[in-house]
């Protein structure tokens, strides 16, 4: 992740931690962003097709980008304290197929893991290539919960 | 004796309007089978249809609003600081595009799903950010129905999928996605 272009090793799986969703988090993101009855009250929830207090699911894609960026930030520094170049990363310009696949109800942890899947050169931005990456994130239960297909600007190295 | 499954789908539909019209034994148990689960007010699938467009409604993105959803989720320095964001391909600070996301879901969960019957949503099949938000912006959005879907499984619900857009002060699009999205039905999809 903090690999140049030219080094990024499709294949590779890199963990991004985990995050135990609590009940007043869930609350206070919905009354901000997602103001739904099943992700504002249990007894709300109750009363619905989930039958429980469950996450937006903007907050579940928000939480991976948080253990994203710590991750990131955790491997920059590694590598600037043993003084190894570091890549930077670009802006994403979006992604698709992202996927609620279960809900995420009040207590329940999450472990977000991130997959090289391909690269390809941008033809618009030299000093830059694309690296595309599978993002999941799994239940205390072991089941896939959450996914997507991300893209990312990555540097390429310093010619 | 013939199964329902097997007559033409017209003379079913009679077949079942004529159940309707009779009175029933129990007029409570027919109203039970009648009542919708929500009020009666709310949008179902059956009032949506391909190409309707619904405005959203607005919202203002202030500096404080950008640095509190990225120290909290996003804090890479672009999205933390005016210094950073203009040393950035972004040119200014800019919000986290997780942050314009959850704020056009807010415009959509308020105007749109909290009005109908709609029971949340599976995924998004594809988002692009397609322009920096900045401080002081102002997001309008719209929602517009592409397709709609009956679905096998559940004859209760039926899939409906938008495409869901916002736009700055300018005009200049900033974010678009598509999304299906689940909506109860009045009647079961037959």
């Not at chain 1, 963990?15 to 009940?23: A, D, R, V």
């Not at chain 1, 993101?29 to 903007?58: M, V």
Request: hydrophobic content about 40%; some cysteine.
């Amino acid at each position: 992740m903090i690999a140049f272009f030219e080094d990024v090793v499709v294949g590779e799986i890199l963990e991004l931690g985990t995050y135990t969703f609590k009940t007043d988090e869930i609350i206070r993101f919905a009354e901000k962003f997602d103001p739904q009855p099943f992700h504002l009250s249990e007894d709300g929830a109750a009363k619905t097709h989930f039958g429980r207090l469950c996450a937006s699911g903007w907050h579940t894609a928000s939480i991976f980008m948080k253990l994203f960026v710590a991750r990131l930030k955790s491997m920059q520094d590694e590598a600037l304290a043993e003084d190894i170049a570091v890549a930077r990363i670009g802006p994403s310009p979006g992604f698709e197929d992202l996927k609620w696949i279960k809900p995420v109800f009040a207590g329940d942890t999450l472990r977000y893991t991130r997959t090289v899947t391909g690269k390809t050169e941008s033809r618009s931005r030299p000093e830059w290539g694309l690296v595309h990456s599978d993002m999941r994130a799994f239940n205390q239960d072991g089941l896939l919960a959450f996914s997507f297909k991300a893209t990312v600007f990555v540097e390429r190295r310093p010619r | 004796m013939i199964s329902l499954s097997e007559l033409p789908s017209n003379m079913l539909r009679e077949a079942q309007a004529q159940v309707l019209i009779t009175p029933a034994v129990s007029p409570t148990a027919n109203l039970q089978i009648k009542q919708p689960r929500y009020m009666t007010d709310r949008t179902y699938f059956e009032d949506l249809a391909p190409d309707q467009e619904f405005d959203l409604g607005a919202v203002d993105v202030s500096k404080d609003d950008i640095i509190e959803f990225a120290s909290e989720f996003d804090p890479q320095s672009f999205h933390m600081s005016e210094e950073a964001g203009k040393a950035s391909i972004l040119g200014g600070l800019a919000a986290s595009g997780w942050h314009t996301a959850s704020l056009i879901m807010r415009l959509l969960a308020t105007n749109l799903f909290n009005k109908s019957t709609g029971r949340g949503s599976p995924g998004v099949s594809r988002l692009k950010w397609k322009h920096p938000v900045f401080p002081g912006d102002t997001l309008s959005a719209t929602a517009k129905i592409l397709e709609m879907k009956d679905l096998r499984s559940k004859p209760q619900l039926g899939m409906v999928f938008i495409r869901v857009r916002a736009t700055n002060q300018d005009d200049v699009e900033v974010i678009e996605w598509d999304n299906p999205v689940l909506f109860e039905r009045r009647e079961p999809a037959r």
